[in-house]
RNA sequence: GCGGGCGUGCUGGAAUCUAGGCAUACAGGCCAGGCUUAGAACCUGGUGCUCGAAAGAGCUUGAGGGUUCGAAUCCCUCCGCCCGCACCA
């Protein structure tokens, strides 16, 4: 008997899938294109290769292979691509610190990644690969930016921006968490900076809206909903009448205007200055707002802080009832929302009523609490829930969520207010002072201003330079010889924009790519982007909640409104797998923690690496890598082979299980079908695979303690083959090499050729069960019993039993409960 | 603080929490036995807790209560852990 030898079985079957091309799929209208098999596009999330792709990465792929695999046997037309997000700091940062272009770096790490790919046995189709560094994609990513500018999705703006002084750029508000630079962790600053934006905020209602059109775990939806943050309100005027300027503000709860004791701007809010001036309190406003200006947005992020603020000395009238009310300046404000500047409620609001308390103004009540709960002092104030309105005029008695809106009419008759909708969502800041991402295609001419490069210009081919260190400009500033160039327009001398796009750009439209990806006429051919798209089944870490799937969302969005395609969401359905960790850490370099995928496929073969982390447990939730446990997958593959090696040597193929009824063969045949018809709801239901690779463990278990019995007549034979057979072809999809040899030596067939197994329902269901009988709820027999049997022969067959006369005898039976088919309850007293 | 998720043997996790009906499938670990000069590997069996020689009985799904003939599953209260948002007007 052989021994299972992953490694040599793998390579054949690896090199019989790259030479046979087997996991290619043509487009529509290509040689090979079966028009009457449905589509189905699997895709993981666009890996940004550096270093060792490790067991987390392994985890992504041999989720989306499984899929992929079994959609393929099911029927379906797979299209399942591979590529690489190749821009980006990492490499940059190394190029910094040794000198290394950052093509050549990442261009290495491309070739690991492919490697370990390679050697994972994915079923990825390699002719559709892409990579975003390549000119051939790149100048895509720019066309894409030149019809966003020409819809004036892309514009030049002057802006507060948060900026890391570490990674000396500007990020996205998505990539500063917490007040501190995503990628670094140190504390961002804001500068004042002309950047480029994408106007995602033109597509806020979309965006939050079509979530309801796609099937994406709640969690997910919910984080963008929350990002995204619509509220509806209205926006209220009040005026300055000793300066003459007006301030809108924006408020969800007009009900409580009659409330607002005083107002409120943001250090930031352009009108301070003027206010202050020349008031007493002219020096304290510059030094309080210098200050806030320069506190980090994690110093001034923090609730539980005191509320700190100036007055300035100036009043505005509230517009509900003439009502002068001092102004102030506090950082509890923050420019970025609304207007940057409320009017304060303290007695209907918990921050007004902090700022209220600590400099001591006026509490006023407008609706009348009816939740104890809610207060927070003798008076029930702040109250923040529903009641009747008072102190409020003519709106005296009336529910405030009436009111609510015959103000806001109210107000809009007078000119002094309207209903307003506002967004947390801020527009998508592109630019970035660095060498290692996308041109932007445009230049600078003195005539002509912002110039866009012409169609026909692209790619604006990124130049080689010396030195790659950020010195608050990009470096691509150095390469003088590239940035001066000629306006496209006039002719004249023009500069080129030195900035670079965040990568996140080019992530948010590889999936169209791929669809015609050596396209060189076009970013791609409508007709192939409209037969594959959406994809069908998108997987990847709930890390991206955010950034990559709301920017990808826009995108779609703003291209199909130009007509390039044809959808409305790229990614129909969402899984988000879980974290593998170790030691229950997160895997990480500097904790040392980390599980190589390479490593780990060295010692017990790509099999089971992949097979292992779809058992670990479910596979959305996270789980601890266990040596132990991988060893356990290992061996349970090990049986697989053994019993192969056994069948082959001891029994002979054309003998016929399906005569067998009864005895050990036709057990094994009906666990057969039950394993199928278990993985198949197994993967069809929520990707349970850690119970589908169970249910074909319990399968081998059955025929290992039956096979002995069923050598030597040929119908046991038979069941024997088939059951070996089965769970080779229901093991395929987590774990390909091996069954794919197990398959082919009893069937002599490729199993990835052969439609996926229907169980046989005839088999699936016994002519008996074993009937629970419980008395006053509790177990107290299994008794065997006739499928068919009826109410009165399964109370019979109950009553009959001795463990149950025990528990009756001499008792009344009050009440009997029958389930046909399950069991039977006696309520005895 | 708000929103979401979770809590089951020694461990990871099963049991269509989405339809209430045998709690602990499968795997790891541990124990015993077989094979072996010995070990590794492999094979077989056992393994929730308590009492009991056994038959058996009682208890058990974070804690407590409720609904029900019957609750891991549904409802209420509480405790603990994880994730997201967090001065968003």
Request: hydrophobic fraction near 40%.
């Amino acid at each position: 008997m052989l021994r299972y030898d992953p490694a040599q079985i793998e390579a054949r079957w690896r090199r019989i899938w790259d030479e046979e091309h087997t996991w290619e799929v043509p487009n529509p209208g290509q040689p090979g294109f079966d028009d009457s098999a449905p589509k189905c596009y699997v895709l993981e999330m666009l890996p940004y290769p550096s270093g060792d792709p490790h067991v987390g990465h392994l985890k992504n792929y041999a989720i989306g292979d499984a899929i992929a695999h079994y959609r393929r046997r099911n029927g379906f037309q797979v299209v399942h691509p591979m590529g690489f997000d190749a821009f980006g700091l990492p490499a940059e940062n190394n190029a910094i610190k040794t000198g290394e272009p950052p093509r050549v770096a990442t261009e290495r790490s491309i070739d690991a990644y492919k490697k370990a790919f390679d050697r994972l046995g994915f079923s990825f189709d390699w002719a559709r690969e892409l990579s975003s560094h390549e000119p051939s994609y790149y100048r895509w990513t720019q066309w894409i930016f030149l019809k966003l500018f020409e819809r004036g999705l892309a514009y030049r703006d002057e802006a507060l921006v948060q900026w890391c002084p570490f990674d000396q750029t500007v990020l996205a508000n998505e990539q500063v968490i917490d007040g501190r630079c995503e990628r670094c962790g140190n504390l961002v600053e804001v500068r004042e900076l002309e950047q480029w934006f994408f106007r995602i905020t033109d597509y806020a209602d979309r965006l939050l809206d079509d979530l309801d059109t796609i099937d994406w775990p709640e969690h997910v939806k919910t984080m963008q909903r929350n990002w995204i943050g619509r509220s509806h309100g209205a926006e209220v005027i009040f005026r300055c009448e000793e300066l003459g300027i007006e301030f809108p503000v924006f408020t969800t709860r007009p009900d409580t205007l009659f409330g607002a004791t005083f107002f409120v701007l943001a250090p930031e809010h352009h009108d301070v200055e003027r206010l202050a001036a020349g008031t007493e309190h002219e020096d304290a406003v510059r030094q309080y707002v210098n200050e806030a200006i320069r506190a980090s947005a994690e110093e001034r992020g923090a609730m539980e802080r005191e509320k700190t603020g100036v007055p300035l000395g100036r009043a505005v009238t509230n517009p509900v009832n003439g009502e002068e009310i001092p102004m102030f300046v506090a950082d509890y404000v923050l420019m970025e929302y609304g207007t940057g500047a409320i009017m304060a409620v303290p007695g209907h609001d918990d921050r007004d009523y902090a700022f209220a308390t600590a400099f001591d103004l006026p509490i006023l009540r407008v609706i009348e609490g009816t939740d104890p709960e809610e207060a927070q002092d003798d008076d029930g104030l702040p109250y923040s829930g529903d009641g009747e309105m008072v102190n409020s005029e003519r709106f005296d008695g009336k529910h405030n969520r009436e009111a609510h809106d015959e103000i806001v009419s109210w107000l809009e008759s007078e000119g002094c207010g309207k209903p307003a909708v506002h967004y947390r969502l801020r527009d998508w800041l592109v630019s970035r002072q660095r060498y290692w991402g996308c041109p932007i295609p445009v230049v600078y001419c003195e005539t002509d201003g912002i110039v866009p490069l012409p169609e026909d210009h692209l790619p604006v081919l990124l130049p080689e330079v010396d030195d790659y260190a950020p010195k608050g400009q990009s470096p691509l500033a150095a390469a003088t010889d590239w940035v001066n160039t000629e306006c496209p327009k006039c002719g004249g001398p023009a500069r080129r924009e030195t900035d670079t796009m965040d990568t996140f750009v080019d992530s948010s439209w590889y999936f169209l790519r791929y669809l015609d990806a050596h396209n060189d006429e076009a970013a791609w051919d409508r007709a192939a982007v409209d037969y594959w798209m959406p994809v069908d089944q998108y997987i990847g870490g709930v890390e991206h909640a955010i950034l990559h799937l709301m920017y990808a969302r826009f995108f779609v969005k703003a291209l199909a409104d130009m007509d390039f395609l044809g959808v409305q969401e790229p990614f129909a359905r969402l899984f988000t797998q879980g974290m593998i960790t170790r030691d229950g850490a997160k895997m990480s370099s500097s904790k040392g923690n980390v599980v190589s995928a390479s490593e780990t496929v060295e010692r017990y073969g790509a099999d089971t690496a992949r097979a292992y982390v779809c058992f670990m447990g479910p596979p959305d939730k996270g789980g601890d890598w266990t040596d132990k446990s991988v060893e356990g997958v290992h061996r349970f593959l090990t049986r697989l082979w053994r019993l192969k090696e056994e069948v082959v040597e001891r029994t002979s193929p054309g003998g016929d299980a399906d005569g067998a009824t009864q005895g050990p063969a036709a057990e094994l045949l009906r666990k057969s079908h039950w394993a199928i018809d278990k993985v198949t709801r197994d993967i069809e239901r929520d990707f349970g695979f850690n119970t589908a690779i169970a249910a074909v463990m319990e399968l081998l278990n059955v025929a290992y303690t039956r096979k002995d019995d069923l050598y030597g007549n040929p119908a046991g034979e038979a069941a024997v083959r088939f059951a070996t057979q089965t769970a080779a072809s229901i093991l395929f999809p987590f774990a390909p090499h091996l069954s794919a040899e197990v398959y082919e030596a009893i069937t002599g067939r490729r199993v990835w050729e052969d439609a996926w197994p229907k169980p046989d329902p005839a088999l699936l269901e016994s002519d008996v069960f074993t009937l629970v009988v419980q008395v006053n709820g509790k177990r107290r027999a299994g008794v065997e019993a006739p499928a068919g049997a009826s109410r009165d022969e399964l109370l019979d067959l109950a009553l009959s039993d001795t463990a149950v006369r025990r528990h009756i005898d001499g008792k009344q039976v009050v009440k009997e409960i029958v389930v046909p088919g399950k069991l039977v309850n006696l309520v005895v007293k």
